[in-house]
């Protein structure tokens, strides 16, 4: 299996440490990214309908908006992966996740249809990974104004993904 080792310091920009500081020092991306999409659909499928529309403070997200999300996120992440690894040396717009979520309709949505589409969407962003070249993978670009390289976003991806369960653990769930 293809190792995407982990990017250093530099390749990513600095607000991006407080997520990779929850990924082992050890780390295989595509292993990460199953293990991680494993792990929050067995979270989100052990809920039930009321946990899944709760919301522990005004103007916070229920876990149907996170996963949403988090679907919107990993696409607006691999997609600047994929235009940096080709080769594509013009900027990636920011996207402001407010806006998104706030447009989602995450709420009426069936948790199972949540559920398949982020399994797909895993699946997609996985194969994508693995067809990057190695060298592909270090060239640099930039999203949002920042300097990256294509395999600090696909670990982005997953940190970001492992942030998200800690919250919705943390805040959401009976303890």
Known sequence: MKNIARPKVGEYPEYF?????????????????????????????SVDGETLEFRYA????????????LMDSERVFAYRAMRIARGDKS???????????ANSDA????????????????????????????????????ANGY????????YAIVAHEMHHLKVIEDKYLPH
Do not use: C
């Open 17 to 45: 440490e407080k997520y990779y500081s929850k990924l082992p020092a050890e780390a295989n991306l595509v292993e990460l990214m199953t293990k991680s999409n494993m792990d929050t659909i067995d979270v989100i499928t």
């Open 58 to 69: 005004e103007g916070k997200w229920s876990i149907r908006e996170i996963i949403q999300h």
């Open 91 to 101: 900027e990636n717009p920011g996207y402001d996740e407010n806006v998104y979520a």
């Open 107 to 142: 709420d009426s949505r069936n948790i199972m249809d949540m559920v398949r589409e982020f399994s797909l969407l895993r699946a997609s962003t996985i194969e994508l990974f693995k067809s990057l070249s190695g060298e592909g993978l270090q060239y640099v670009g930039f």
């Open 147 to 154: 300097k990256v390289t294509p395999a600090a976003l696909g």
